[in-house]
């Protein structure tokens, strides 16, 4: 099992940017993926950037906009996210898929004027 833990959301106004964070724990030498989904406001949860093994993938409207990270040991994960849209707003999701799909208890980023 895999714990995760977020941190880092807030406000922010349009143009600006956060980073998240997340901690992780747990039997991390199980992970296959890992990676960042958010919900928006009345959305389903979407895939914003992922660790597919060492590959990384993007949603197509984060690309060149948002970069994941994380340490060699696997503990932390993270993602900056620059030039911030009002469609950025929503709960953001550190995600881990080992024997079964690990998530966390999101963290809220709300992009506005």
């Known amino acids: 099992q895999v714990q995760l833990v977020e941190s880092g959301g807030g406000w922010v106004p349009p143009g600006g940017s956060l980073r998240l964070s997340c901690e992780v724990s747990?039997?991390?030498?199980?992970?296959?993926?890992m990676g960042w989904y958010r919900q928006a406001p009345g959305k389903e949860v979407d895939m914003v950037a992922l660790f597919i093994g060492d590959t990384i993938d993007y949603a197509d409207d984060v690309k060149g906009r948002f970069t994941i990270a994380r340490d060699n040991a696997k503990t932390t994960l993270t993602l900056q996210m620059n030039g911030l849209r009002t469609d950025d707003t929503g709960v953001y999701y550190c995600?881990?898929?080992?024997?079964?799909?690990?998530w966390g208890q999101g963290t809220q980023v709300t992009v506005s004027s």
């Open positions: 995600y881990a898929l080992a024997s079964m799909a690990n």
């Open positions: 747990g039997d991390i030498w199980s992970i296959s993926v």
